[in-house]
């Protein structure tokens, strides 16, 4: 399986993260960073980790729905798993979102649970986990999946032709309600990602 991390001037928080999906206990894994054109040494960063399951590709800046559908290009996993430059996921999160996905052939991709930091401050942000949940959640235009600590099936994101390059953001939440006629999406009742960044709610926006 592949984990798709993409960065862009990420010099700060890209060890970590990187540290953070060498270091899981599903250990038969390639980690795949493309760097989108960072003009910050976070290049450099990635050259002082020496471990041989890290392969970085470097390219002009483009945007993240770009990186992101080069990278599923180059990635050799029947699993896609993606890991934002600026999180860190728990030590287990891609031995469990694995075993969800073979025990669980019908769901094209799986989400977990996500801790989020701020200074000394530490709380769990529920998603929804039931297909049913998460589809009704799409239908109503709001975003039910962590997409930093999503896993999904490479065919299946091939099939439906990726993200949508012409969006500067939300590409995510488009891709998710996109295909949520077509596909079921799931997510792990344990928590599988640390992030230290604000979270806010994503919406589709209003036609």
């Excluded at 206990?25 to 390639?30: A, K, N």
């Excluded at 040494?41 to 590709?57: C, K, Y």
């Excluded at 180059?74 to 999180?87: F, M, Q, R």
């Excluded at 998710?176 to 709610?201: C, G, I, P, Y």
Aim: hydrophobic residues 40%.
């Amino acid at each position: 399986m592949t984990v798709v991390m993409t960065a862009y001037n990420a010099r700060s928080t890209i060890a970590a993260a990187v540290e953070s999906v060498l270091q899981q206990s599903f250990t038969d894994l390639e980690l795949l960073v493309l760097d989108d054109g960072s003009s910050d040494e976070t290049v450099a960063a990635l050259a002082a980790i020496t471990d041989p399951r890290l392969r970085v590709e470097i390219r002009a800046h483009r945007g993240r729905p770009a990186a992101l559908n080069e990278a599923l290009t180059l990635a050799s996993g029947e699993y896609i798993a993606l890991n934002d430059a600026d999180d860190v996921s728990l030590s287990d999160r891609i031995a469990q979102q694995v075993a969800y996905l073979d025990e669980h052939p019908d769901i094209a991709a799986v989400g977990g649970q996500l801790i989020a930091t701020d200074g000394h401050r530490q709380w769990t942000l529920r998603w929804p986990t039931a297909p049913t949940d998460i589809a009704r959640a799409l239908d109503a235009g709001h975003m039910p999946i962590s997409n930093a600590c999503v896993m999904m099936r490479r065919d299946w994101l091939q099939q439906v032709g990726g993200y949508n390059e012409t969006l500067a953001r939300l590409e995510d939440l488009e891709l998710f309600h996109r295909t949520r006629r077509t596909a079921q999406f799931a997510a792990d009742r344990k928590s599988t990602r640390l992030n230290s960044s604000h979270v806010s709610e994503s919406r589709m926006p209003s036609s």
